[in-house]
């Protein structure tokens, strides 16, 4: 689950049944296209008041959403003593050697072009933890199923691209202009909630650029009150026209049910980022290398300045774009290249937006004092990269939402997930910014690296009395001794407040 936190401890849920994909572009002539032109639709749909029914709507659209399923390969512990005092003495004995078994998950989404382009969430599609893609399949409306390709996925926006052939065209939809989207307009979502197929339901627009306080690039939803559950994730949200303005992404729940409060990726956030996918193009997003915070009440009372305006900085990254252009921590930004920056207009949202090496102007309060300033603005950093950046060695140690580094030798074979140790991860661990090694993220409980100590941010310094620099060089290491035949590996490790140790750990 990716959770969408709020200040008040309840969390928001995806809305696939344990996955998602992103969203894709691309209207060839000749297609069947699955929307009736605007003079049959002004029929179904009055200018004024609600539709008498959705029903010829739905008609004209539904043969263009299809149900998304993957097939997983996960590795489990079979060791009935795995967990306990007694896993060392009684593991091998046990015959509890892991083992895999397969899984599933569903969710939505829908064609974009006659050849084939599928838009989805990309967290239907991207297993998590210990779990391998095997493959994904597509179901058409009418029962008819092909085996998908995925031609692309953009973790930072949650989106993702799948290919589907046959030898005549695909009915599609398309990508609808959101920005024209107001609170109370009619939408209605198609999708597959907890695997029943087709299902459709409407609402309206409750809110439009939503910002559900995660501070990410892409944290700016519509909101709506149509049913959305899991499996509806990267399903459509479509306008009275038969355009799609969103993709259904997550919802608002104390109870993981619809209550009513549900989140879709806007159109014009999802429609240049599937373009790209499908043009197999690097998605490039500016970076200034700043940490920061909202202008709350709290920071606008103690700075003297309106609420809800501006962002504050909390920190600036030495050698990033923020630096060179000479902000400080403690600057407020109030203006990116002219425009305000607001709680439906953050600032990750803004720079994101602006290509990597552009000049743009800055607008910030200093001491109360106006100034401005010009940044050439960077390339964001890969989702892996900017995890080591916001490493917190008090998160939970079990926790798999950090992104491991590497082709995952590390995570099968010794139960880990590592990361790079960078200079900001060595102050934050307590250890001198020139110390060599990779940090662990996440541990898997049941591995014996678990039972060792190894936790997050224990930093593996050794492998088999070699220095490990970075991920490749561990997995190098663990390999060799598999090579060797070798079932267990000497980890040279330091925890925090300890001194360094070698420990054996047994592979799995």
Do not use: C
Not at 315 to 330: C, F, H, I, N, T
């Amino acid at each position: 689950m990716k959770p969408v936190r709020y200040s008040y401890g309840i969390t928001g849920a995806l809305l696939a049944g344990g996955a998602a994909i992103s969203l894709i572009t691309g209207h060839p002539a000749g297609a069947q296209v699955a929307q009736n032109d605007a003079s049959k639709l002004s029929t179904v749909v009055p200018k004024a008041g609600a539709p008498a029914s959705f029903a010829d709507l739905t008609e004209q659209l539904q043969p263009a959403v299809v149900n998304i399923s993957t097939k997983q390969r996960i590795t489990v512990d079979t060791n009935p003593f795995s967990g306990t005092p007694f896993a060392d003495l009684f593991g091998d004995r046990g015959g509890g050697q892991p083992t895999t078994r397969e899984a599933q998950s569903l969710g939505s989404g829908f064609i974009v072009s006659a050849d084939g382009y599928i838009v989805t969430n990309n967290h239907v599609i991207s297993p998590e933890g210990r779990a391998e893609l095997e493959s994904v399949s597509v179901t058409m409306p009418d029962g008819t199923e092909y085996p998908a390709e995925v031609v692309g996925k953009d973790a930072a926006s949650d989106l993702a691209v799948l290919k589907i052939e046959r030898s005549k065209p695909f009915p599609f939809v398309h990508f609808g202009d959101s920005t024209q989207a107001r609170v109370g307009d009619w939408v209605i979502a198609i999708g597959n909630p907890f695997g029943l197929g087709g299902t459709v339901t409407s609402g309206i627009v409750s809110a439009v650029y939503r910002n559900t306080g995660q501070n990410t690039a892409y944290d700016r939803y519509i909101q709506t009150d149509a049913s959305i559950n899991r499996g509806n994730s990267g399903g459509p949200l479509f306008d009275m026209h038969g355009n799609v303005i969103g993709i259904n992404n997550a919802i608002f729940s104390p109870s993981g049910g619809s209550v009513g409060i549900g989140f879709a990726i806007p159109a014009e956030t999802a429609a240049p980022i599937v373009d790209k996918l499908i043009k197999g193009e690097d998605i490039l997003r500016g970076f200034l290398g700043v940490r920061i915070n909202p202008v709350t009440e709290d920071f606008a009372d103690a700075l003297g300045i309106p609420e809800n305006h501006g962002e504050f900085i909390q920190m600036v990254q030495p050698g990033e774009a923020a630096d060179k252009a000479g902000l400080k921590a403690g600057d407020v930004v109030m203006k990116v290249d002219g425009k305000d920056v607001t709680p439906d207009q953050t600032l990750s949202y803004l720079v994101a937006n602006i290509a990597p090496g552009t000049t743009v102007p800055l607008e910030i309060l200093r001491d109360g004092k106006k100034m401005k300033l010009n940044a050439t603005v960077g390339r964001r950093p890969s989702e892996e990269e900017l995890a080591a950046q916001s490493f917190d060695p008090d998160e939970d140690a079990q926790s798999d939402n950090t992104p491991s580094s590497g082709n995952g030798l590390v995570e099968k074979s010794l139960g880990v997930q590592a990361i790079p140790l960078t200079g900001e991860i060595a102050r934050q661990l307590g250890v001198s910014e020139d110390t060599k090694g990779v940090v662990v993220a996440a541990v898997d409980p049941n591995a014996d690296a678990a039972r060792k100590t190894l936790q997050r941010g224990t930093i593996i310094l050794q492998v088999n009395n070699t220095d490990v620099a970075d991920v490749a060089g561990l997995e190098a290491a663990i390999k060799e001794a598999q090579d060797a035949g070798r079932e267990a590996v000497l980890l040279r490790i330091k925890n925090r407040g300890a001194p360094p140790i070698s420990i054996p750990v047994r592979l799995r």
